[in-house]
């Protein structure tokens, strides 16, 4: 059971937009960035956003972050099939003295 | 570019002791912290431990401090992780990674993942 709190599951439509929320406390959300990343089947993880709201190179504008507070979201605009995955948020933990992730969100594009 | 390469899946009875091994190439070794996160199959991701290549310092996560060890050999670039006492609940995929959590921007690399299988 982890200490940052997702929804276990999310879905949407082609063209839709989602959002997937991650709460935590003012050890790790509240103090420091937060972090997103995807998880394909069989796959490693894949960063998404870094610094609470940065795309790296390559990661479509459609997926956006934010934070506030104790809590974040990231946001899917323009949803496709191959969005299909795990999503995890990642925050620093002060406690924990290293990433703590949270229990993940699966995705279903309907 | 940068690789993180894992060495192969391990099979292992309980109570015994697993080394996992991370090539990394494509960057300098000792710039950054290397990682491990381990994912029991069909559940999430967990942070075990962190290694410094540099110095060889290193930090865990409090429920491996007891069994962990993170290690290094510069001479060729590579990380290692072993777990001692081993459970049916250590069966999982390893990931070594080069976390943004840490490097704080878009530098963010996992390796393949190596399945390590605990069963009598």
């Known amino acids: 059971q982890s200490v940052v709190t997702q929804p276990p599951s999310a879905s949407g439509t082609p063209g839709q937009r989602v959002t997937i929320s991650c709460s935590g406390s003012?050890?790790?959300?509240?103090?420091?960035?937060v972090y997103w990343y995807q998880q394909l089947p069989g796959t490693a993880p894949k960063l998404l956003i870094y610094r609470n709201n940065q795309r790296p190179s390559g990661v479509p504008d459609r997926f956006s972050g934010s934070k506030s507070g104790t809590s974040a979201s990231l946001a899917i605009s323009g949803l496709r099939s191959e969005d299909e995955a795990d999503y995890y948020c990642?925050?620093?933990?002060?406690?924990?003295?290293?990433?703590?992730f949270g229990g993940g969100t699966k995705l279903t594009v309907l | 570019q940068v690789h993180l390469v894992q060495s192969g899946a391990e099979v292992k009875k309980p109570g015994a002791s697993v080394k996992v091994s991370c090539k990394a190439s494509?960057?300098?070794?000792?710039?950054?912290?290397i990682n491990w996160v381990r994912q029991v199959p069909g559940q999430g991701l967990e942070w075990m431990g962190w290694?410094?290549?540099?110095?060889?310092?290193?930090g865990f996560a409090q429920k491996f401090q007891a069994r962990v060890t993170m290690t290094r050999n510069t001479s060729i670039n590579t990380a290692y992780m072993e777990l001692t006492s081993l459970r049916s609940e250590d069966t999982a995929v390893y990931y070594c990674a080069v976390l943004s959590t840490e490097t704080t921007s878009s530098f963010d690399y996992w390796g393949q993942g190596t399945l390590v299988t605990v069963s009598s």
């Open positions: 990642a925050p620093w933990d002060d406690s924990l003295g290293g990433p703590v």
């Open positions: 494509g960057y300098t070794f000792t710039s950054y912290d």
């Open positions: 290694m410094n290549p540099n110095n060889g310092d290193s």
């Open positions: 003012s050890s790790n959300i509240g103090s420091n960035f």
